[in-house]
Protein backbone atom coordinates (compact mmCIF):
# COMPACT_ATOMS: atom_id res chain seq x y z
CA UNK A 1 0.00 0.00 0.00
CA UNK A 2 1.13 3.49 -1.05
CA UNK A 3 0.22 6.65 0.60
CA UNK A 4 0.60 9.92 -1.51
CA UNK A 5 0.61 12.95 -0.35
CA UNK A 6 0.10 16.38 -2.42
CA UNK A 7 0.99 20.10 -1.58
CA UNK A 8 2.02 23.48 -2.73
CA UNK A 9 -1.39 24.51 -4.32
CA UNK A 10 -3.02 27.77 -3.75
CA UNK A 11 -4.55 30.73 -5.07
CA UNK A 12 -2.25 32.56 -7.71
CA UNK A 13 -3.08 35.53 -10.58
CA UNK A 14 -2.61 34.49 -14.00
CA UNK A 15 0.98 34.29 -15.69
CA UNK A 16 2.30 32.80 -11.69
CA UNK A 17 3.78 29.67 -11.16
CA UNK A 18 3.49 27.21 -8.18
CA UNK A 19 5.71 24.08 -7.76
CA UNK A 20 3.30 21.04 -6.47
CA UNK A 21 4.86 17.91 -4.57
CA UNK A 22 3.64 14.52 -3.97
CA UNK A 23 5.26 12.31 -1.50
CA UNK A 24 5.16 8.91 -1.23
CA UNK A 25 5.40 6.17 2.06
CA UNK A 26 6.59 3.31 0.04
CA UNK A 27 11.16 2.71 0.50
CA UNK A 28 9.86 1.30 -2.88
CA UNK A 29 8.91 4.27 -4.33
CA UNK A 30 11.53 4.63 -7.29
CA UNK A 31 9.67 1.44 -8.64
CA UNK A 32 6.66 3.77 -9.64
CA UNK A 33 6.26 5.53 -12.57
CA UNK A 34 4.26 8.34 -11.76
CA UNK A 35 1.67 10.76 -13.08
CA UNK A 36 -0.37 14.25 -12.53
CA UNK A 37 -3.87 14.62 -13.06
CA UNK A 38 -6.32 17.40 -12.31
CA UNK A 39 -9.93 17.42 -12.02
CA UNK A 40 -11.97 20.82 -12.59
CA UNK A 41 -15.24 20.97 -11.43
CA UNK A 42 -18.09 18.94 -12.97
CA UNK A 43 -15.27 17.66 -15.49
CA UNK A 44 -13.46 14.17 -15.64
CA UNK A 45 -9.69 13.81 -14.21
CA UNK A 46 -7.65 14.31 -16.97
CA UNK A 47 -3.72 13.56 -17.76
CA UNK A 48 -1.24 16.04 -17.47
CA UNK A 49 2.45 14.62 -16.96
CA UNK A 50 3.83 11.31 -16.33
CA UNK A 51 7.39 10.74 -15.26
CA UNK A 52 9.28 7.20 -15.35
CA UNK A 53 11.23 5.38 -12.50
CA UNK A 54 14.20 7.11 -12.92
CA UNK A 55 13.39 10.35 -14.43
CA UNK A 56 14.12 10.13 -17.31
CA UNK A 57 11.53 9.26 -19.09
CA UNK A 58 8.72 12.73 -19.25
CA UNK A 59 5.42 12.88 -20.94
CA UNK A 60 3.09 15.88 -21.11
CA UNK A 61 -0.97 17.04 -22.07
CA UNK A 62 -0.91 18.91 -24.83
CA UNK A 63 -2.41 21.85 -22.51
CA UNK A 64 1.26 21.42 -19.86
CA UNK A 65 3.76 20.64 -22.44
CA UNK A 66 6.48 23.99 -22.80
CA UNK A 67 4.60 25.30 -19.35
CA UNK A 68 4.98 22.94 -16.98
CA UNK A 69 7.88 20.05 -15.89
CA UNK A 70 7.63 17.01 -13.98
CA UNK A 71 10.47 16.08 -12.28
CA UNK A 72 11.28 13.03 -9.38
CA UNK A 73 13.51 12.87 -6.26
CA UNK A 74 13.91 9.41 -5.56
CA UNK A 75 15.96 9.89 -2.62
CA UNK A 76 12.71 11.82 -1.09
CA UNK A 77 10.18 9.64 -2.05
CA UNK A 78 9.12 12.97 -4.05
CA UNK A 79 7.88 13.95 -7.44
CA UNK A 80 7.31 17.75 -8.44
CA UNK A 81 5.23 19.58 -10.98
CA UNK A 82 7.03 23.09 -11.66
CA UNK A 83 3.90 25.23 -13.29
CA UNK A 84 4.54 28.13 -15.31
CA UNK A 85 2.81 30.69 -16.62
CA UNK A 86 -0.82 29.41 -15.30
CA UNK A 87 -3.99 30.09 -16.80
CA UNK A 88 -7.47 30.52 -15.48
CA UNK A 89 -8.13 26.97 -17.30
CA UNK A 90 -5.49 25.63 -15.40
CA UNK A 91 -7.81 25.65 -12.16
CA UNK A 92 -8.52 22.08 -11.25
CA UNK A 93 -7.77 19.81 -7.98
CA UNK A 94 -4.34 18.05 -9.02
CA UNK A 95 -3.58 14.60 -8.28
CA UNK A 96 -0.90 12.21 -8.01
CA UNK A 97 -0.80 8.71 -8.86
CA UNK A 98 1.68 5.97 -8.74
CA UNK A 99 1.69 2.82 -11.32
CA UNK A 100 3.50 -0.30 -11.53
CA UNK A 101 2.82 -0.46 -15.09
CA UNK A 102 5.73 -0.08 -17.52
CA UNK A 103 3.85 0.52 -20.58
CA UNK A 104 3.92 4.07 -21.03
CA UNK A 105 1.40 4.08 -23.13
CA UNK A 106 -0.48 3.22 -20.51
CA UNK A 107 0.34 6.17 -18.22
CA UNK A 108 -1.91 8.64 -19.82
CA UNK A 109 -4.96 6.78 -18.55
CA UNK A 110 -6.25 7.50 -14.98
CA UNK A 111 -7.33 3.50 -14.68
CA UNK A 112 -3.33 2.35 -14.86
CA UNK A 113 -3.05 3.83 -11.70
CA UNK A 114 -3.08 1.76 -8.55
CA UNK A 115 -2.31 4.46 -5.70
CA UNK A 116 -3.70 8.19 -5.46
CA UNK A 117 -2.95 10.78 -3.37
CA UNK A 118 -6.45 13.19 -2.14
CA UNK A 119 -4.98 16.43 -3.98
CA UNK A 120 -4.11 20.03 -3.91
CA UNK A 121 -6.63 22.68 -5.22
CA UNK A 122 -4.54 25.29 -7.48
CA UNK A 123 -7.18 28.39 -8.71
CA UNK A 124 -5.73 30.69 -10.86
CA UNK A 125 -7.69 33.97 -10.97
CA UNK A 126 -7.69 36.17 -14.41
Known amino acids: QVTLVESGGGLVQAGASLKLSCVGS????????MGWFRQAPGKEREFVAA????????YYAASAKGRFTVSRDNAKNTVYLQMDTLKPEDTAVYFC???????????????????WGRGTQVTVSS
Open 97 to 115: GATLRGDFHLWYTVAAYDY
Open 26 to 33: ERTFSTYA
Open 51 to 58: IGRSGTNK
